[in-house]
């Protein structure tokens, strides 16, 4: 199983990025997938997820409204579209894959990981 993230930079306060995270090796359409961060010093934390037979949605609360996570089951593609992005939003962005759809905001039930794109707003 591999998971690829893509689509990191650097922005501006307020600038958008969209976040890509490609999958292969696993039936992706069954799987829930999720975003989760790192800023250093920090915790991984939750950012988003979408389930992988509903499609349900789920979002911290501190990117609700302003993060949009989307699928694409013919590309085994997940996306983060990240806009008024703020300087505490700079963190490396994770892509995780997980069989079912509960839990999703515990990074501890993701089996697999991507390698992490890094995102930098600059106030």
């Known amino acids: 199983v591999q998971l690829q993230a893509s689509g990191g930079g650097l922005v501006q306060t307020g600038g958008s990025l969209r976040l890509s995270c490609a999958a292969s090796?696993?039936?992706?359409?069954?799987?829930?997938m999720g975003w989760f961060r790192q800023a250093p010093g920090k915790e991984r934390e939750f950012v988003a997820a979408?389930?992988?037979?509903?499609?349900?949605?789920y979002y911290a609360d501190s990117v609700k409204g302003r993060f949009t996570i989307s699928r694409d089951n013919a590309k085994n593609t997940v996306y983060l579209q990240m806009n008024s992005l703020k300087p505490e939003d700079t963190a490396v962005y994770y892509c995780?894959?997980?069989?079912?759809?509960?839990?999703?905001?515990?990074?501890?039930?993701?089996?697999?990981w991507g390698q992490g794109t890094q995102v930098t707003v600059s106030s």
């Open positions: 090796g696993l039936p992706f359409s069954r799987n829930s």
């Open positions: 979408i389930s992988g037979t509903r499609d349900t949605t």
């Open positions: 995780g894959a997980l069989t079912g759809g509960s839990n999703l905001q515990y990074s501890r039930y993701y089996l697999y």
